[in-house]
T-cell receptor
Framework: GENVEQHPSTLSVQEGDSAVIKCTYS??????FPWYKQELGKGPQLIID?????GEKKDQRIAVTLNKTAKHFSLHITETQPEDSAVYFC??????????FGKGTKLSVKP | KAGVTQTPRYLIKTRGQQVTLSCSPI?????VSWYQQTPGQGLQFLFE???????NKGNFPGRFSGRQFSNSRSEMNVSTLELGDSALYLC??????????????FGPGTRLTVT
């Protein structure tokens, strides 16, 4: 079955710096890769996603890249702000309705 | 548009009891998925329902079950509770989009504590 690995598990950056989180997946059948942000006491919030027929997608300060051959995808956050502090999860989708999540990255943005 | 709602938000049960959690999806969404979140195992897929049928199932014991009603609302049940069942149970709803994506939108979760 699908296995998604996520690195790093924790990431600390200064406000204004960039943050990069990387994930790898194992199942070639996965064709949709969402990223979620989870704040304390809340459910995961979908922040950006990418499909396997696209190499890169950008939404303001957030971008995601996908290398289908190498089976890895990354989240890039530029000009980080304290409110970006949260746990971020990547996921693969081997079948509809079934998300396989990475273990999460706790991002801390220091003012 | 209202988001995914889950009830109750918090629950304390004793080992051996059973529990039922409820999820109301976003209006128009017909797929509901359930996940268990724990510090040790992270987010794990339980099962997914679409049009009242279980379409996908994760690797959990038979004590975990679910169902979906004709209005797309879903419930999950855990019988014979164990201490290890203490977790945040998350529900997510989705609808197919024209690009073939399956965006899932999560509710706030139900925090279950088993003592």
């Amino acid at each position: 079955g699908e296995n998604v690995e996520q690195h790093p598990s924790t990431l600390s950056v200064q406000e204004g710096d960039s943050a990069v989180i990387k994930c790898t997946y194992s199942d070639s059948a996965s064709n949709y890769f969402p990223w979620y942000k989870q704040e304390l006491g809340k459910g995961p919030q979908l922040i950006i996603d990418i499909r396997s027929n696209v190499g890169e997608k950008k939404d303001q300060r957030i971008a995601v890249t996908l290398n289908k051959t190498a089976k890895h995808f990354s989240l890039h956050i530029t000009e980080t702000q304290p409110e970006d502090s949260a746990v971020y999860f990547c996921a693969g989708t081997p079948s509809q309705g079934n998300l396989i999540f990475g273990k999460g990255t706790k991002l801390s943005v220091k003012p | 548009k209202a988001g995914v709602t889950q009830t109750p938000r918090y629950l304390i049960k004793t080992r051996g009891q059973q529990v039922t959690l409820s999820c109301s999806p976003i209006s128009g969404h017909r797929s509901v998925s359930w996940y268990q979140q724990t510090p040790g195992q992270g987010l794990q897929f339980l099962f997914e329902y679409f049009s009242e049928t279980q379409r996908n199932k994760g690797n959990f014991p038979g004590r975990f079950s679910g169902r979906q009603f004709s209005n797309s609302r879903s419930e999950m049940n855990v019988s014979t509770l164990e201490l290890g069942d203490s977790a945040l149970y998350l529900c997510a709803s989705s609808r197919p989009n024209f690009a073939g994506g399956y965006e899932q939108y999560f509710g706030p979760g139900t925090r279950l504590t088993v003592t």
